[in-house]
Structures are given as structure tokens and as C-alpha cells.
């Protein structure tokens, strides 16, 4: 017969023993929180030729190689491409940028980061109908595309994007903010306050009927949305768009990325 004090070790031995495995067992949970609070998920999103790739370059401090070596062309990639921001204070983000292009790898990227691991923003690249022309497969030369083309084809992509978007946020909590940044405004210098009133909630334009209907599905209150102009490189002093103006738009952007992740 065993003794009551052999006894009560043997319980205090399976309580410690049971308290350690489920310590161990929500280890992984309390790491994927703590990297989530550090390091939020940011999808960029956008129709190709919007400057997504150089945007995440600038925002992760990385320096695009490819850019500087086509005189600053906007690359499109097939597949989806990851950048990390880190700063001294252990914070930054996790940027997915997802392909612009219609094909099935960007439909595979857009499951990834709306369904299969949810991101916890979302940053949309437009350029109110300045994006870079890509030529069709198997066509040689350079692509021509009109504004009001450009403006259409970005409305269809951003239909895309809203629609997995809302499918998510009915689901789950995530994601919580969403930025429309309005990229090359160097090209439209003189009429950013347009540009984003047009890329506003509540504007009464395509795109703002388009975020009004985003919200209405997603919750008002549960989807925050801003619209920030940037130009990810100006130009000289006596350009459209110098260095400084373009550097403090990408200021403003890292600023309110920063308070939407709580890192501020």
C-alpha cells in the first residue's frame, strides 16, 4: 500500500509534469502572438505596374537592385515577393506583396494572405491611372495604355482585391486597417488632393462607391480605411515632386503604418 506522503508526490509530480506540457503546448501560440504584435502581416496589393515592389523596397529599407539597374521602371514579379522591416526596437512589418498579374500564382497569393494565413493590414497600391503599361504575352515594343484605360483596369483589380477583403472580415478579425497608398505622385503633382479625394470613402467617385461598398459588407467600425498620396522617389529641387516632398509622403505613410500596428 503506498504511503500518503509517496502519494502526494506522485500528485504534485503529475501536476508539474501536466502544468510544464501545457505550457509547452501554448508556447507556439503565445510566439505566433508575440511575432504578430512585432511584426504584423501587411498585404500589398494592386494592379501590376503600380510600383507595389519599389513601395515595400522603400518602406522595408531595402535598395531594389533591378530598379536602379532599368532607370527606374516598375518590374512586375509572377510570384509573391516578402520584405521585412525591422527597426532597433525589435518592430516592423512583414509585408506580402502579392503579383499584379491575372494569373494563377496571383490567385494562389491572394488565398495566402486572405484565407490560409490572414494578414493583419492591408496596403493597396494605386496610381490614379498612371500605372506602367505591361505588354501582352508574345508582343514586342512599348505598351501603350490610356489613362482612362489605366483608371478602369485598376477599378477591376481593386473589385478583386475588395471582394476577398470582405469574404475575410466576415469571418474573422483580421484585417483591422486598410491603407490605399496613391503611388507616383510625382507625375500629378499639382493634383494630389484630387487624386485621393477621388480614392476616398464617401468621394462619390468609381473607386470611393467601391470602398463605400467594401465597408457597408465588412463593418464599418471593424475596417478602418486612409488614403495617403506617395511617391517612393522625387526628383530635384526644381521638379514636380522633390526629394524632401517625397521623402516627408513616405513619412506620413510610415507614421500612420506605425499607429495602425500599434508600434506608436
Known amino acids: 500500500m503506498q504511503s500518503p506522503l509517496r502519494h502526494g508526490r506522485a500528485a504534485l509530480g503529475t501536476t508539474?509534469?501536466?502544468?510544464?506540457?501545457?505550457?509547452?503546448?501554448?508556447?507556439p501560440d503565445r510566439a505566433s502572438r508575440l511575432l504578430r504584435h512585432r511584426y504584423p502581416t501587411v498585404a500589398?496589393?494592386?494592379m501590376t505596374g503600380v510600383g507595389k515592389t519599389r513601395l515595400a523596397d522603400r518602406l522595408s529599407r531595402r535598395a531594389s537592385a533591378q530598379s536602379s539597374a532599368d532607370g527606374?521602371?516598375?518590374?512586375?514579379?509572377?510570384v509573391m515577393e516578402r520584405r521585412t522591416r525591422r527597426n532597433a526596437r525589435l518592430r516592423g512589418y512583414?509585408?506580402?506583396?502579392?503579383?499584379?498579374?491575372?494569373?494563377a500564382t496571383r490567385l494562389g497569393a491572394l488565398d495566402e494572405v486572405f484565407h490560409d494565413e490572414p494578414v493583419d493590414g492591408v496596403l493597396h497600391v494605386?496610381?490614379?491611372?498612371?500605372?506602367?503599361?505591361?505588354?501582352?504575352?508574345?508582343t514586342s515594343g512599348r505598351a501603350v495604355a490610356s489613362r482612362e484605360e489605366?483608371?478602369?483596369?485598376?477599378?477591376?483589380?481593386?473589385?478583386?482585391?475588395?471582394?476577398?477583403?470582405?469574404?475575410?472580415?466576415?469571418?474573422?478579425?483580421?484585417?483591422?486597417?486598410?491603407?490605399?497608398?496613391?503611388?507616383?505622385?510625382?507625375l500629378f503633382a499639382h493634383d494630389v488632393d484630387a487624386a485621393v479625394h477621388y480614392y476616398s470613402p464617401g468621394s462619390g467617385s468609381p473607386f470611393g462607391d467601391k470602398l463605400d461598398e467594401l465597408?457597408?459588407?465588412?463593418?464599418?467600425?471593424?475596417?478602418?480605411?486612409?488614403?495617403?498620396?506617395?511617391?517612393?522617389?522625387?526628383?530635384?529641387?526644381?521638379?514636380?515632386?522633390?526629394?524632401?516632398?517625397?521623402?516627408?509622403?513616405?513619412?506620413?505613410?510610415?507614421?500612420?503604418?506605425?499607429?495602425?500596428?500599434?508600434?506608436?
Open 16 to 27: 508539474i509534469a501536466g502544468g510544464a506540457l501545457a505550457a509547452l503546448s501554448q508556447a
Open 44 to 46: 500589398v496589393t494592386g
Open 72 to 78: 527606374g521602371q516598375d518590374v512586375g514579379s509572377a
Open 94 to 103: 512583414r509585408f506580402r506583396v502579392v503579383p499584379g498579374e491575372n494569373a
Open 126 to 138: 494605386v496610381a490614379n491611372g498612371y500605372a506602367t503599361p505591361r505588354r501582352t504575352g508574345g
Open 150 to 186: 489605366q483608371l478602369a483596369a485598376e477599378l477591376e483589380d481593386w473589385s478583386i482585391t475588395a471582394h476577398r477583403i470582405a469574404s475575410m472580415a466576415v469571418r474573422r478579425e483580421r484585417p483591422t486597417w486598410l491603407v490605399v497608398a496613391v503611388t507616383k505622385a510625382d
Open 215 to 264: 465597408r457597408a459588407l465588412a463593418g464599418g467600425a471593424k475596417l478602418s480605411i486612409d488614403v495617403l498620396p506617395v511617391c517612393a522617389q522625387g526628383g530635384g529641387k526644381k521638379s514636380g515632386m522633390p526629394d524632401r516632398t517625397a521623402t516627408d509622403l513616405l513619412a506620413r505613410l510610415e507614421l500612420r503604418l506605425a499607429q495602425l500596428s500599434g508600434h506608436v
